[in-house]
């Protein structure tokens, strides 16, 4: 599977249980996150990779940073892993 594909499934689901999400495309911020999204008031981003694939150290940092100010970040290679990650919020 793609990692379009694997977003489109995430992005699915997250609409599904009620989050507001978006992809994000071509930013003017490298590194960013593929997934922004909120929900019940909190801020989640997503790094979304197919399986085998890897975080790059810029977007690393990225979701270090949104882990520092409080945010949700992790990285997904399904939508299994979303629902891991997002347990306690739903």
Do not use: W
């Amino acid at each position: 599977m793609s990692e379009q594909q694997i977003q489109k499934k995430i992005i699915d689901y997250l609409n599904r249980i009620g989050a507001y999400s978006v992809k994000t495309v071509a930013t003017n911020r490298a590194g960013t996150p593929d997934i922004l999204a909120c929900l019940n008031g909190k801020f989640i981003a997503i790094e979304v990779k197919r399986p085998g694939g890897r975080v790059t150290p810029l977007q690393e940092h990225h979701i270090n940073e949104i882990k520092k100010a409080g945010g949700i970040a992790f990285v997904a290679h399904s939508v299994d892993e979303v629902k891991q990650n997002l347990e306690e919020l739903i």
